[in-house]
């Protein structure tokens, strides 16, 4: 089965302007979380949506935000961007339907670099 | 303290022997717990996962898991040069699907 899709890989984008991220999960995977991964902080989560709905939030900024549509697809936007977004994100799907095995399975990811 | 804490390593080890990793976190009520690789430029893959008290073992890999102490742990036996990378310890939050991340350890295995 195909697995995590996230596009760009790539993105070079300046101070202050907004950018939109893109994850297609696992079919049949309803949960869609968002990590930021940089050298220093490691993974940080940022969000999770399952069945359109934001379920959990992490502690960033409102200049963080994103949705999920019906057919599992999510997007991450962050505007007003900022030197220290610069960083690897990752989204993580999985089914979130709870359980003692419902691990996550990570896209490539995309290296945003603002300059 | 941090919810998901690792030796940020670098943990060097000669070819053939074995790593052990070592995790602990701090929510008693945390019922799931992953090993995940990532090698340099690339996203996480996962390699074990361990929910029950014990060792559970796949392969070269040995998942260690002790909820009374909050510790998990994973040994690889017989190191090659391949398994240098970053190892993540991630623990899943019993109230919701949130997954959190150590830092992760840095291992290189030396030929």
């Known amino acids: 089965k195909a697995g995590v899709t996230q596009t760009p890989r790539y993105l070079i984008k300046t101070r202050g302007q907004q950018v939109t991220l893109s994850c297609s999960p696992i079919?049949?995977?309803?949960?869609v979380s968002w990590y930021q991964q940089t050298p220093g902080q490691g993974l940080q989560f940022l969000f999770e949506?399952?069945?359109?709905?934001?379920?959990n939030k992490g502690n960033f900024p409102g200049r963080f935000s994103g949705r999920q549509f019906s057919n599992s697809r999510s997007e991450m936007n962050v505007s007003t961007l900022e030197l220290g977004d610069s960083a690897l994100y990752l989204c993580?799907?999985?089914?979130?339907?709870?359980?003692?095995?419902?691990?996550?399975?990570f896209g490539s990811g995309t290296r945003l670099t603002v300059v | 303290q941090k919810e998901v804490e690792q030796n940020s390593g670098p943990l060097s080890v000669p070819e053939g022997a074995i790593a052990s990793l070592n995790c602990t976190y701090s929510?008693?009520?945390?019922?799931?717990f992953f090993w995940y690789r990532q090698y340099s430029g690339k996203s996480p893959e996962l390699i074990m996962f361990?929910?029950?008290?014990g060792d559970k073992e796949d392969g070269r890999f040995t998942a260690q898991l002790n909820k009374a102490s909050q510790y998990v742990s994973l040994l690889i036996r017989d190191s090659q040069p391949s398994d240098s990378a970053t190892y993540l310890c991630?623990?899943?939050?019993?109230?919701?699907?949130?997954?959190?991340f150590g830092a992760g350890t840095r291992l290189t295995v030396k030929p």
């Open positions: 079919s049949g995977h309803r949960s």
């Open positions: 929510d008693r009520g945390s019922q799931s």
């Open positions: 991630a623990v899943k939050s019993p109230n919701n699907n949130d997954m959190r």
């Open positions: 993580a799907s999985s089914l979130g339907q709870g359980g003692e095995y419902d691990g996550y399975t």
């Open positions: 361990i929910y029950s008290n």
């Open positions: 949506y399952f069945s359109e709905t934001q379920r």
